[in-house]
């Protein structure tokens, strides 16, 4: 049972667009993290959000952690090619046992 | 700043054998992990130090053991590999009680 659902799986996009990421849970979480992963490497963490409703900005991305610290999305405005990779959500209540969801493959088309 | 690292890259092991994966960190981290990521499963916990000395089981830590050789080094060990543990093995850190974790490249194993 996977304690992170994510969707969509698979999204392929033309540049320019705009897209949304979810990530759910029926559990109650203190954080929740957003990760990108290129082939071959490891994951990069993009944002932590710790409060319920919570909305953070790094340039075109925008995080935002539900209200009832279930869920968050992630959008990404007017997507470029350099945006192309795995999208993973994390989440943990202390600090110590980190869950992650199944991921979001993204791919930006030129 | 190396960050974390980890080695091997890759291996190709034989049913029955077994290995050490390396990982080392520079940043003084107090938190170390380890995971293995599958396609479609995300990266799943195997087991975590949350200081030197101490080492505590995740999500699936059925065929490994580790060691949390001072505050740099965690190593996890496959005594008997199985097909069933082929799989890509990310080490990460983290200061203590940080919701911020910094992997490593991983070592892409492969069990025949």
């Known amino acids: 049972t996977q304690l992170l659902e994510q969707s969509p799986q698979f999204l392929s996009i033309q540049e320019g667009e705009n897209l949304t990421v979810y990530c759910n849970s029926s559990?109650?979480?203190?954080?929740l993290q957003w990760y990108r992963q290129e082939p071959g490497e490891g994951p990069v963490l993009l944002v932590t959000?710790?409060?319920?409703?919570e909305v953070k900005k790094l340039k075109r991305l925008t995080f935002q952690f539900g209200d009832a610290r279930k869920d968050s999305s992630l959008h990404i405005t007017a997507a470029q090619p350099g945006d192309t990779g795995l999208y993973l959500c994390?989440?943990?209540?202390?600090?110590?046992?980190?869950?992650f969801g199944t991921g979001t493959s993204l791919t930006v088309i030129p | 700043n190396a960050g974390v690292t980890q080695t091997p890259k890759f291996q190709v092991l034989k049913t029955g054998q077994s290995m050490t994966l390396q990982c080392a960190q520079d940043?003084?981290?107090?938190?170390m992990y380890w995971y293995r990521q599958d396609p479609g499963m995300g990266l799943r916990l195997i087991y975590y130090?949350?200081?030197?000395?101490?080492?505590d089981k995740g999500e699936v830590p059925n065929g490994y053991n580790v060691s949390r050789l001072n505050k740099r080094e965690f190593s996890l060990r496959l005594e008997s590999a199985a097909p069933s543990q082929t799989s890509v093995y990310f080490c990460?850190?983290?200061?203590?009680?940080?919701?911020?974790?910094?992997f490593g490249p991983g070592t892409r194993l492969t069990v025949t």
């Open positions: 990460a850190s983290s200061t203590e009680h940080s919701y911020e974790q910094y």
């Open positions: 559990s109650v979480f203190s954080s």
């Open positions: 959000v710790v409060t319920g409703g």
């Open positions: 994390a989440a943990s209540n202390t600090g110590n046992q980190f869950y």
């Open positions: 940043m003084n981290h107090n938190s």
């Open positions: 130090s949350a200081s030197e000395g101490t080492t």
